[in-house]
């Protein structure tokens, strides 16, 4: 079968929710904290991996021409088809990065222009900028030359100039300079770690921003529902005033929490703009564009055609309006229901923009105040000057003539929501489970240890503080408080809380007549504490699983489970510790390593004469080979199962359990033929059944194992 690599080592992929927007999206299962989330996945342009790999060239600035072509890198943007009236239905085009040509393929006449060059297209008015901001340059440049002439390869020894070509894996020593380190000096990962801690209920929250692998990762808040293109593509008939004022309230409320704090998006369009199930609006990709255009995915910006102002195309320093102009295009579709300004490239957008003839919005409404017009005209100047200073001048003008944002919401829930019955409706596609062993995370094994320590501790003390006649009786108050401290020790620290509880049965059989007995697990416990039980929780709990497992007929589960957990000297170890506490515990009435049968022996020293029958059964079960035959198996069973767990694959350590459990099968048989040389094996099918669930209970423990690929040892 085949296994889903985990993106980051964390996140695993369910399903793909689309592309666009620089990159795809991919809807996936955080392992870690349990929930689903959206995940942009970037590739950063093999241009900008070498900006970053080579020595002193940051400052190679690859930007395209007036005409919305490259110069030079992979470059791609979306270009949005004409609409039809009354539709709001688009097409949309890219450049595919592989038509572009390489660095090494770049024309003759690729110019070099010096920082004071603006390089802005034809037609725009440059002076429109102010002298302290001077426009982003266009063309290929080098930082440090005055003039227009390229410098000379000796100048950069290890840059690429037009002509040349270099290898990317060998710019760099790889030792010196991890690519993942390298990569954190592209241009426009500030930007978008800003936009990373904007939080509001109407932008799509983003949880985490990584790179790796040349791929940006954008970690987002999974928002289950439709874009506003799916409304305005699918819904169009649906769509009222009171729907456009909720769209309209709750992306320019995201705007204004984005320019208080000093972020631009860029790229508002009806793609990044969401809408879940309970009508609620948001806005993602904020810093996207910003990112894009650093890696050179996106021209002009970083924004789309269709719904950016001149100056964003023409590359020119941008504020608050440029995000305006972009939320006055996305209104002006919804009400108009098409979008005037798509065009194939950026010079006819350009020409789109300047000299289109736009239809008034309210003549496509029964009830649109035809003075609406006006603030929606305003921002949509071509000229940034003569629009509104912020969003927010723009929103207060536009909303009185709008709907009631609050309905709008409620009417968009049900669209959302889809018809309540269908006829015949489509079988959906099942989305992919999530296995039960991805579902355990840290925090459950961490519960789960404290837990077993908690309850082996509580078990032992019980057991031992009713069989002493100073502490017995659930009336008494000694009773059930040195209960509680043991079971809170050992949850708190389950090898401490294993250590009382074997003291205290310990001196539950020197108080009860069985001072030999109790001596020898007195001393047992100490030398097995000391130099294994307080290394870890995992010693101690698998001590425990002794008397867990058998007050209810799985002894054979106790060195099973010390060979899964422990190295095979420990794990060895260990289970001899095991064989001594199973014996004192067989020795109270079961006469049986399989189990201490807790109903029926809990309170043995009730009986008459209990301490003489417990010498008995012990000296008895001395005498018999079958006792050290099992011994043996059980001390060997742990060491063939922590052998092959050695290797941490969910396959080896299947192989360990049953290489144990066969272990104890062979011990269990030739124990009964040597108790018994007529009689067949297995003549009790309670010890058998004992095995076999014993052996279950691991396996599954083995599949509950994660898989090792996942993780990296490294980064513990």
């Not at 990044?272 to 910003?290: E, P, W």
């Amino acid at each position: 079968m085949t296994k889903t690599q985990l993106i980051l080592n964390r996140y695993k992929p369910l399903a793909k929710a689309g592309a666009g927007g620089f990159g795809t999206v991919q809807v996936a299962w955080d392992t870690r904290i349990q929930r689903k989330v959206a995940i942009k996945c970037i590739p950063l342009s093999e241009a900008e991996l070498l900006r970053a790999a080579l020595p002193g060239a940051d400052a190679l600035d690859i930007s395209p021409d007036e005409h919305g072509e490259s110069s030079a890198g992979s470059q791609s943007f979306g270009v949005t088809g004409a609409h039809t009236a009354g539709s709001a239905a688009s097409s949309a085009t890219a450049i595919d990065p592989a038509d572009v040509p390489p660095w090494e393929d770049l024309p003759e006449e690729a110019g070099f222009a010096g920082v004071e060059d603006a390089g802005v297209p034809d037609g725009s008015d440059a002076s429109a900028e102010p002298a302290s901001a001077p426009a982003r340059e266009v063309g290929p440049r080098f930082a440090g030359f005055d003039s227009a002439d390229p410098p000379s390869a000796d100048s950069f020894p290890n840059q690429l100039l037009p002509g040349q070509s270099v290898s990317l894996t060998n710019a760099v020593d790889p030792a010196s300079r991890p690519l993942v380190r390298t990569l954190s000096r592209i241009p426009g990962l500030d930007e978008a770690r800003t936009a990373a801690m904007l939080s509001d209920p109407s932008i799509v929250a983003v949880y985490d921003f990584e790179i790796q692998d040349s791929t940006a990762y954008l970690i987002m808040e999974y928002v289950e529902g439709m874009t506003l293109t799916e409304l305005l593509r699918d819904h169009d008939d649906r769509l009222t005033l009171d729907v456009v004022a909720a769209v309209f309230e709750a992306v320019a409320h995201a705007l204004e929490v984005a320019h208080e704090n000093g972020v631009l998006h860029l790229d508002i369009k009806p793609d990044n703009i969401l809408i879940n199930a309970s009508g609620q609006v948001k806005v993602t990709d904020f810093g996207l564009a910003t990112l894009a255009d650093a890696q050179g995915f996106g021209v002009a910006g970083g924004g789309t055609i269709g719904y950016m102002p001149l100056e964003q195309m023409r590359q020119e320093n941008l504020d608050a309006r440029c995000d305006e102009w972009a939320l006055a295009s996305v209104t002006y579709e919804m009400l108009a229901g098409e979008n005037p300004f798509l065009a194939p490239n950026l010079f006819q957008a350009q020409e789109a923009i300047e000299d289109g003839e736009l239809v008034l919005p309210s003549l496509c409404w029964d009830n649109l105040d035809p003075a609406a017009d006006d603030p929606i005209f305003y921002a949509l100047d071509p000229e940034r000057e003569e629009r509104y200073e912020s969003v927010a001048d723009f929103a207060e003008e536009l909303s009185p003539f709008l709907g009631d944002p609050a309905k709008g919401r409620a009417e968009l829930a049900d669209i959302v929501a889809g018809p309540e019955e269908e006829e015949e409706p489509e079988p959906q596609p099942r989305e992919p489970g999530i296995p039960l062993r991805d579902r355990i995370t840290p925090e459950l094994v961490f519960f789960g240890s404290h837990a077993c320590g908690a309850a082996g501790s509580a078990l032992l003390a019980f057991l031992s503080l009713q069989n002493i006649s100073q502490t017995e009786g659930f009336a008494n108050p000694l009773f059930w408080g040195l209960l509680l401290l043991i079971a809170l020790a050992g949850a708190l620290r389950p090898h401490l809380g294993a250590l009382l509880g074997f003291v205290s049965l310990s001196a539950m059989l020197v108080m009860c007549g069985v001072p030999a007995a109790g001596c020898v697990l007195l001393a047992g416990t100490g030398v097995w504490w000391w130099y294994l039980g307080r290394a870890g929780n995992a010693t101690a709990n698998a001590a425990l699983a002794t008397p867990l497992a058998g007050a209810i007929g799985l002894g054979p589960l106790g060195p099973l489970a010390a060979g899964f957990a422990l190295r095979p000297v420990a794990a060895m170890a260990t289970a001899a510790f095991q064989v001594l506490c199973g014996f004192m515990l067989a020795g109270l009435g079961s006469a049986s390593f399989m189990g201490w049968d807790m109903l029926a022996t809990w309170h043995f020293s009730a009986a008459a004469f209990a301490s003489d029958a417990v010498i008995d059964r012990m000296a008895a079960m001395l005498l018999e080979p079958g006792t050290w035959i099992m011994t043996a198996s059980w001390v060997l069973a742990a060491g063939a199962c922590a052998l092959l767990r050695w290797r941490p694959t969910r396959l080896f350590a299947s192989f360990g359990v049953l290489a144990g459990s066969a272990v104890l099968v062979a011990g269990f048989v030739l124990a009964a033929i040597c108790g018994a040389p007529s009689a067949s094996a297995f003549t009790d099918p309670a010890d058998a059944a004992s095995l076999v669930v014993s052996a279950g209970i691991m396996l599954f423990a083995a599949y509950l194992l994660p898989d090792p690929e996942y993780y990296d040892e490294s980064d513990e």
